[in-house]
C-alpha cells in the first residue's frame, strides 16, 4: 500500500486560507470527478488543436503525422503520469509550483510560480483570438462585413461569456466545459467518420508507419520526429485540471485519474480525426493539406463532404474555442489565488467571491490582462489575430514544455529522496527520465533553435522566432525574482511547499487508483 506524506503548515496564512470564511478560501469539495475531468479535455481545445495546432506537423511528416501523433501521445503520458504521481501526493491550487518546491526547493517553486504567470496571461488570448478571426472572416466572405471591427467586437464578447461563467463559480463554468465538450467532440467525431466512410479505398493503417514520412529534407525518422514534437502544441492545456484540486471532492484521486486520462482521450480523439483528414485528402499529397483552401484545409475537406454543414464545424470550432478560454481563465485565476495566499503576489489576488468562491480579483486583472494583449497584438502584426494567435501560442507553449520537464524532474529527485513514499522504480525513475528525453528536444523546437543537432528543428519565421527570446527573458526574470524572495522573505518561499487541503480524502484510495 502506498504512503502518503500529509503536509501541514501552522501559521497564519494557512489557517486563513482554509478558513472557508469566503474572503480568502476556494469552496472545498464542489466538483465531481467529470466537471473536473472536463475541464482538462475542454482546456486543451480539442477543435482547435485537430483543425489549427497538429496539421502544421504535417510539413514534416507527410501523410505519417499520425504516426507521429502517436509518439507525442507517449511522450504526453509519460508527463501526465509524472503529474498525476505529484498531484496524488500534494492536491493544490498552486498546481506545478507546489510539486517542483516538494520535489526540487522552495526557490525553484517559486520561480515556477513566476513561469506560469505568463501562461495564464497570454493562454485565454490564444482563444480569443482566433474566435475573433473566424467570426470576422465568415462574415466578410459571406456578408462582406468588415472583419478588424467585427473580430475585435466577437473577440469582447467571448471574453464578455467568459467573465460571465467563471464570475459565477466554478460548479457553473466546469459544468459549461462538460456541455461544451461535449458538443465538440461529437461534430469532429462526425466528421471524422464522415471522411473515412467518403475515403472508401483510400484507408489504410499504413499512415501509422513511415512508410509515407517522404517530405523533403525530413525522410523518415526525422520527419516522424519533427511531426511529433509539433504534435505536443496541441494537448498543451490538459494540465488546467491541476488548480482545481482544492475544490474537488478526493482531490488527490481525482486529479490524478484525471491528468491521466484527459491526455489519453484528447490524444486518441485527435488521432482519430487526423486519420480522416489524411485518407480522405489522399496519403500522397497530404504533405501540401496546410496550403489547401487558402490554408484552411478543414474547412475545404468539410465543404465537400457537408455542402453547407461547413458552418456545423465552424460552430464546434467556435465553441472549443469558448470552453478552452473557459477552462483556462478557471485554471489561471487559481494559480494568482494560490500566489495571493502565500503572499508571492499582492494579497489582493487572495480575495474570493463570498457568494461563488471565485478569485474575483484575479478574475478582473487576467480579463484586462486580455483585453490589452488580445487587441495590442491583433491590431499591431500585420497578419492580425491568426498570426497574433501563432505568437501568444509560441510563448505559451515555450513555457509550457519547461514547465512540464521541471516537474518530470520534481518527481524524479522527490521519490529518489523520500522512498518511503510509495516508490516505484518504473513510475519514479523511468517515467521521468523518458519525459525529460521527449521535452528537451520539444523546448528546442518550440523556441526554434538547435537544428545543427535535431535537423527537424526549422528556424521560426518572423515574428514568431520573437517570441522565444520573450520566453528567455521571462524566465531571467524569474530567477531574479525567486532569488530575491528567498534572501528578503524566504517564509513565502517555503510556503510554497504548503497543501492547503482539509484532510478529508481518502488517501489510501488515491493509492489504489
Known sequence: MMAFEEIRRDGPDAS???????????????????????QALASAAPGLSVTLAVIVGASFAGASLSLSLVFALVGLLLVATCIGQMAARFPSAGGFYTFVANGLHPAVGTMVAWLYLSVWIVFPSTLFLPFGSFIASTLHDDFGWPEKPVWIVAALLCMALIYWLVGNGA????????????????????????????????????????????????????????????????????????PLAEEAREPRRSVLRASLLSPLILGLFIIFCTYAATVYFGPARFSDFTAYNDGAPWFGITKEVWHMGWYVLLFAILNSAIASANGATNAGIRHLFAMGRIKLLPSA????????????????????ISVVLTLGTGLLLDGGPLQAFGFLGTIETCVAILLYALVALACLVYFLRNRSQGFNPLLHVVVPVLALVVMIPALMAAIGVGSAIFPFIAPLPAPLNIAGYIAFAWLIAGIVYAAWIWRVYPDRARMTEVVFVDGRDDAESAAKS
Not at 18 to 38: P, Y
Not at 184 to 208: C, D, M, P, R, Y
Not at 349 to 368: K, W
Open 16 to 38: 486563513t486560507a482554509g478558513s472557508g470564511d469566503g474572503t480568502s478560501a476556494l469552496k472545498a469539495g464542489q466538483l465531481g470527478f467529470a466537471e473536473v475531468l472536463f
Open 171 to 242: 460548479k457553473l463554468s466546469t459544468n459549461a466545459s462538460i456541455v461544451l465538450g461535449v458538443i465538440e467532440f461529437a461534430i469532429l467525431g462526425a466528421l471524422a467518420i464522415t471522411l473515412i466512410v467518403k475515403a472508401g479505398s483510400n484507408n489504410t493503417l499504413s499512415v501509422f508507419t513511415p512508410h509515407y514520412a517522404t517530405v523533403e529534407g525530413f525522410v523518415g525518422l526525422s520527419g516522424i520526429v519533427g511531426g511529433m514534437i509539433y504534435a505536443i502544441y496541441g494537448f498543451v492545456g490538459f494540465e488546467n485540471v491541476v
Open 349 to 368: 489576488f487572495a480575495r474570493t467571491s463570498p457568494a461563488t468562491g471565485t478569485p474575483i480579483f484575479a478574475l478582473r486583472t487576467v480579463l484586462l
